[in-house]
């Protein structure tokens, strides 16, 4: 299956940057992500794509986040900009964002913004299907709370 | 969910646009083009050894010596008969005669054993599949006995295009029948009977009582339900089959620390898909019935006294329970992720997929929001 680029480059990049809060190393991961894509087979199956990009990624942010000192990880969580764009957007939303476990702002990042199927994004965490709708649900209440909408999907 | 939530929950995060994504997008297409033109060599190496195993197939297939059954020359047939009588004296004794039909062609002869009616004893000699240019004939000789009795002999030709009566019927292809029902089914690891004590997970975590066991009305935290057709059509585009089926067994399970519900069914009606009238398969649903103690040890928010005098209904949308004996509609999946090897799941999540028939409509479990005629099912079917 031919890869489309512009689709997952800012797919891939906010699920990196989500792992490692910080912009520049974001995008140098990503872009590793998909250099390193090439390297693999090339599947028919747009599932099985995702899969290897996602795990991919997900591998490369794990080195990096462990190369990363604990000192480094506040100063680079927000700079000056960011305070400035979390006062003027959805402080809710944001709260509760924040309050959700590191996997789960993940899960909400993949399944809700970058659309991944749900059968992808259980065998990225090794959880099953069940499991996996148990937690959107929980996660999706909440959200359509602060959202105010009853026809969130 | 739309661009704009999904922009909203993108700011939340906090995560900015990207600033190299034109540049390396050109260098993506480029870097793709020289992996896609990889060397031909590995391609070639394949199709002609694809190539030369088809033929090695072939050739094994054309030259394995056939077995054939030689029904030419006279010379090659010989048929020994046996005349069994019974003497005056009560002494069994046979008689053995070697015939050769004459004047037959490609005939395989067929003879029967002598029957006895009191004094009288019969041999049928049959050839079937043959032609005979006269009158098949033999050679008969009397037995010797101390007294006069009756035997006769009966020699017949069966021509094909003849009707004759035999001794033992031809063998004919059976006739073309349905594929046998198939048995899916699959057993959970784990399995729970249900307490004389129930309590519903939403009276445990919220202590809130409530009527019975009661199944709880539809609250925030439930899937929306979009318009019916457009609901039915996607399902049916989705499933892996749709089928009217009894339930045959119901057993409560879990699965991920998740309470589960396995069903066995069998298939009474097939409307689509791939599974056939007869068949037996076990549908995975999400809720059911798990021990208190259990749930309460994976939900640290819930608690109640003597746990182990109950059992927790997690009901995971459904709002009418199933039951043993009853026939419903099922929309299944085959994707067994998660679950046991050749399990079932519904094609939607949730008991939007199963549906039951009231007042001549069906009802999904999951409300009476969603439903379907017979007429639509029929056109659905036919689609």
Redesign the interface.
Known sequence: M??D??EQ??KI??YC??RVRH?ET??DL??ET??RY?EHPQYHSEDKTLQLLYTIAGNLCTDEFRKIKPSEISETA?DG??IE??IL??VQ??QV?DSLSDED?EI??LR??N?VPV?VI??LYN?????L??RL??I??S???H?G????? | MTEKDKKKITEALGIPEPDRKKEFAEEFAKRSEGVQKKPIKPIIMRITAAAAMLAVCIGALTLFPKHKTDFGGDDNIEVIETTTYQSVDGAIHSVPHTTSPTNTEGGVIVTTAAKTSGKTVTAVTTMQNGTTKGPASQRTTAAKTTEGRDESRTTTADHHETDVTTAEPIVQDPPVTAAPPRDLTVSPDVTYTVRDNTITEEELLTGEGSDGIGIPPRGEGDPPISPNDQKIQHMFDISYAVILAKVDKIVYTSIDRQAVTAEDITVEAAYGGSLNTGDRLTVFLRGGYMPAEEYMKYNRRAHIDNAEDYSVYISAGCRMAQEEGESYIFFVSDDDSGLPDGAFSPAEDGYCSVFIKRNGKYISLAGEELSFTEEQLSRLQRQ
Do not use: H, M, P
Not at chain 1, 127 to 131: L, Y
Not at chain 1, 149 to 153: D, N, P, V
């Open positions: 031919s890869l680029i512009n480059y800012d990049y906010r940057f989500l912009k974001a995008e990503t872009q998909f250099l090439l927000s900009k960011d764009d979390n957007s959805d939303l944001k964002l702002r909400v990042l809700f913004v659309e059968n259980a065998k959880i099953s299907r069940f499991a709708n148990r649900n929980r999706l209440g959200l359509r709370e959202l909408k009853e026809e969130l999907i």
